[in-house]
Nanobody, 121 residues
Framework: QVQLVESGGGLVQPGGSLRLSCAASGSISSANTMGWYRQAPGQQREWVATITSGDTTNYADSVKGRFTISRDNAKNTVYLQMDSLKPEDPAVYYC???????????????WGQGTQVTVSS
């Protein structure tokens, strides 16, 4: 069974920084994509950033230039460095891991429990 455990959320002032971590454990394909999504109260969950096992990254326009996603494949861990945090960034941030079996084309997707990020002065 695959588990994702997030950490690093908290309270930060506008303009500040936080670093989120998400460690995956279990039976995981070496070829996978890890990412971060966020959900603010009353809003739909939205995509923030993803990184493939080959280190290809993609970012939502709203965070491009401020957030950096990275990963440590040996530890099955993904990070989200969030700089220049804005009042519109607060949300519960969720880690996501997914892959497609190259033989059966079955898709696997897993979510973490979420970590709260609050931006307030």
């Amino acid at each position: 069974q695959v588990q994702l455990v997030e950490s690093g959320g908290g309270l930060v002032q506008p303009g500040g920084s936080l670093r989120l971590s998400c460690a995956a454990s279990g039976s995981i394909s070496s070829a996978n994509t890890m990412g971060w999504y966020r959900q603010a109260p009353g809003q739909q969950r939205e995509w923030v950033a993803t990184i493939t096992s080959g280190d290809t990254t993609n970012y939502a326009d709203s965070v491009k230039g401020r957030f950096t996603i990275s990963r440590d494949n040996a530890k099955n861990t993904v990070y989200l460095q969030m700089d220049s945090l804005k009042p519109e960034d607060p949300a519960v941030y969720y880690c996501n891991l997914y892959w497609t079996n190259s033989y059966t084309f079955r898709k696997f997707a897993y979510w973490g429990q979420g970590t709260q990020v609050t931006v307030s002065s």
